[in-house]
């Protein structure tokens, strides 16, 4: 195995991260906080190690990648990423060990939602964004980054785009670097198509942008401890709702519905499956809670629907304690983290389409039993 290209992609998948460190700082300064020289000095330590990878490690030509390096390629970049991403939770004065750093760091390029930070709602406003920022980049971003700069170095990337599991293996666009284009083309879109929702019911900017990105990533990290919970009324989370739906479908189906007709990404039977199961287990959730306590319909509406989203897409989002539904809504939630969205999105868990091949299978072996 050639450990000089994993060295080396990795390196400049470092300098990256460290440049998006910048954002925050330039935040926290405007905002008149002390914590963008926590930034400043992590995006320095970043960019050195990133710089020096990435120099020690360049051949002066392009060199092929085969699909074992590739695989440890990912491994290794996520790794790599997360404990430089740690470095601002650990300077900060949060008063987190590195290893809850990590923790954080972590789970947030993963898309995970956990966190160990109480009190998020002195943050500072550029440990928001970071944290806002992770999970945003973690969504598509760090794959869609790769694939648009590894052909210009003379490395396939449709083979990271394989290894990053984004099953739909059919190519939309002849080229890796068009999918990658197309691909993050829409996933900005859909960021700022989010935001502008947010900001239309009543979120104010800074937030609308931080819980869009964290929305579109379907990562649920919010600016405040009590997440959703805070906000009142049902047009947050009937946004939240169309934000995680959004990215709650394979963004391959998005290009394919431009390129070529919106009736391919309509008649996707996994997209179909996806939204049938939503109908459902939103329904079942309805019928299953106390009736008796609903303040308005709407909003009764609102909560459930957003509620089961959140968990079937691996959001994590709350309003409350759902345990207070009934004895329905817990194992339910239990079940539907399991689900996930489609294969091609920005969700976790097993995925739709699996199931949807499971039935298939249970089905066709019932019949030969027959």
Request: with cysteine; charged share 10%.
């Amino acid at each position: 195995m050639n450990y000089r290209p994993i060295a080396f992609l990795t390196g400049l998948l470092l300098c990256g991260l460290a440049f998006a460190m910048l954002l925050p700082a330039v935040v926290d300064l405007a905002a008149g906080r002390s914590n963008w020289l926590t930034f400043v000095s992590s995006s320095g330590l970043t960019l050195f190690v990133g710089v020096g990878l990435a120099v020690s490690c360049w051949q002066g030509r392009g060199f092929k990648i085969s699909v074992r390096e590739t695989f440890v390629l990912t491994s290794v970049s996520w790794a790599a990423l997360a404990a430089f991403a740690a470095l601002p939770f650990v300077f900060a004065d949060l008063n987190l060990s590195y290893t809850d750093g990590y923790f954080e760091a972590m789970y947030g390029l993963t898309t995970t939602g956990s966190t160990v930070i109480v009190g998020l709602d002195f943050a500072t406003p550029g440990l928001l964004l970071w944290r806002a920022l992770l999970q945003w980049i973690g969504g598509v971003g760090i794959v869609v980054t790769a694939i648009a700069v590894l052909p210009a170095l003379g490395v396939g990337g449709m083979q990271l785009f394989r290894a990053e599991a984004l099953e739909q293996n059919e190519k939309v666009l002849p080229r890796a670097t068009q999918i990658a284009t197309g691909i993050g083309s829409l996933y900005l879109g859909g960021t700022i198509l989010v935001f502008l929702g947010y900001w239309a019911v009543g979120m104010d900017a800074f937030d609308a942008m931080c819980h869009a990105m964290t929305t579109i990533a379907t990562g649920g990290y919010a600016n405040y401890d009590a997440s959703f919970a805070v906000y009142t009324g049902v047009g947050v989370p009937l946004v939240a709702v169309c934000g995680m739906c959004l990215g709650a479908l394979p963004f391959v189906a998005y290009l394919k519905a431009i390129r070529v007709s919106p009736r391919l990404a309509a008649r996707d039977p996994q997209i179909r499956g996806f939204f049938i199961m939503t109908f459902v287990f939103v329904t079942f959730v309805m019928l299953a809670r106390d009736w008796t306590a609903v303040q308005s319909l709407p909003h009764f509406f609102a909560e459930s629907a957003f509620n089961v989203v959140s968990i079937m897409t691996g959001t994590g989002y709350a309003t409350g304690d759902f345990e207070a539904w009934g004895a329905f809504a817990t194992p339910t939630f239990l079940l539907l983290m399991f689900v996930g969205g489609c294969a091609g999105s920005t969700t976790c868990a097993i995925k739709v389409f699996r199931f949807q091949v499971l039935f298939a299978a249970a089905q066709s072996t019932l019949r030969r039993l027959a």
